[in-house]
């Protein structure tokens, strides 16, 4: 079945068009950010509401990367019937209404099966439009990935802000209702210009060539989506687990009032923003190889600051090296693994990288009540320094 949106050589279609689609893009990636900061803000009470330990919020918060999983692979499926942008557009009006869910669960496991449908719209959203950007970034011939993943940060900083201002007047079924309302109406504007934009393909595709997503893969190229799926796995751990236990630990261990508690993921988010801003002219400087290196030994010396640091000021500090450690080495794995593979290799990358959220939550939960959470969040630095070693050993096998 041929795809809704035609496939446009790049020599056919105009500068302003791509520029649109780029703007667009932009939006839905902001969107993703904000939707999610404006719920991991509001875990502290939830877990409140519902009287979780920490083991069984951990179990609950599987629920988010269950639903996204499951989802990576069918949506990759998707966008070669259908298109990826009408995908993206579905997934968000999907993402929008789950997020309502959560704050209505009184106990743990209504919270988890809230969290399933909101992981769904979640993960499906972000194969879908990685998948778009992958397409753009080939056409523009440039690594402009890291600007979109700037977007989903600079949401998640505003989301969190937003979350830490209202915390302590409204309550979470008010505040994630109005995210809702925002994030409907943000989909309805942005999802009618994405819908008017063709798929952009790369100048140099040969007439005729179908595109990555169709082709058959030899073994090294599984290989190497696969390797840049573990990369982005080891990163996904590490993102989803401030976002999930960040809070938490400023509050818990560092006894951070709930405003104060939600500035760490904002410090976090905020760096993120930066390091991405900055991102495409550091992989056109340094190539992918050092990007990758040089972001998790950030990352991994970052979050030991993070998480054993004796006072709030000095997380803060922790949290937000981690954030400009991690911030352009998941936009790279996914990138890659796109341009090896188009939307398989996105939908294969995406689901292992978001394999880490689903790893972290119950793993960060059992180790926090095993031994602490301080502790627990040590792992994160572990993670990040294995995927600098795994960037680094195959450096040249990756090459291309």
């Known amino acids: 079945m041929p795809l809704i949106n035609k496939l446009v050589p790049h020599s056919v279609v105009p500068d302003r068009s791509l ?21 991991v803000v509001r875990i502290p009470a939830i877990k409140h509401q519902t009287g979780a330990s920490a083991g069984a ?14 989802t990576m692979m069918l949506t990759g499926r998707l966008c070669r019937r259908f298109g990826s942008h009408p ?8 993402l929008s209404l789950s997020i309502v869910l959560p704050p209505l669960a009184h106990s743990v496991p209504l919270l988890g099966l809230s969290l399933l449908v909101f992981g769904v719209g979640y993960g499906g959203i972000n194969v879908a439009m990685n998948s778009a950007a ?17 977007a989903y940060s600079l949401g998640g900083m505003l989301g969190a802000a937003l979350g830490g201002l209202v915390a ?13 309302v925002v994030s409907l109406l943000v989909t309805a504007v942005a999802g009618r210009a994405l819908l008017r934009e063709d798929v952009p393909v790369a100048p140099d595709r040969p007439r005729g060539d179908a595109p990555e997503g169709h082709r058959r893969l030899d073994s090294r190229t599984r290989g190497l989506v696969v390797v840049f799926g573990l990369i982005a796995l080891c990163t996904a751990y590490g993102e989803g687990a401030l976002a999930d236990w960040g809070a938490l630990h400023l509050q818990q261990d560092l006894q951070a009032r709930p405003g104060t508690a939600a ?48 006072s ?48 972290g939550p119950p793993a960060i939960g059992f180790m926090a009540d ?10 994160v630095a572990v993670l990040a320094a294995v995927a600098a070693l795994i960037g680094f050993a195959t450096r040249r096998a990756a090459v291309g």
């Open 19 to 39: 520029t649109r689609l780029r703007i667009t893009l932009t939006a839905f990636f902001a969107l993703d950010g904000f939707v999610f900061a404006g719920w």
């Open 57 to 70: 919020l951990g179990l609950a918060l599987l629920g988010v990367s269950a639903g996204a999983v499951i």
């Open 87 to 94: 995908v993206t557009v579905a997934c968000g009006v999907l």
């Open 134 to 150: 992958v397409d753009l970034v080939a056409a523009l011939r440039r690594p402009v990935m890291p600007s979109f993943h700037a």
């Open 168 to 180: 302590g007047y409204l309550s979470p079924t008010r505040h994630l209702l109005g995210i809702a």
């Open 263 to 310: 500035i760490g993921y904002s410090c976090f988010a905020l760096a993120m923003t930066i390091g991405r801003l900055s991102g495409t002219a550091l992989l056109e400087r340094l190539g992918w190889t050092r990007t990758l290196v040089m972001g998790g030994t950030t990352a991994s010396l970052g979050m030991l600051l993070g998480s054993l640091a004796p």
């Open 312 to 359: 709030v000021w000095a997380a803060f500090l922790g949290f937000a090296v981690t954030g400009l450690g991690l911030a352009n080495v998941f936009p790279v794995a996914v990138d890659r693994a796109g341009a090896l593979a188009g939307a398989n290799g996105v939908a294969v990358a995406s689901t292992l990288g978001y394999g880490g959220l689903l790893i």
């Open 370 to 379: 095993w031994y602490s959470l301080p502790t627990a969040l040590t792992s």
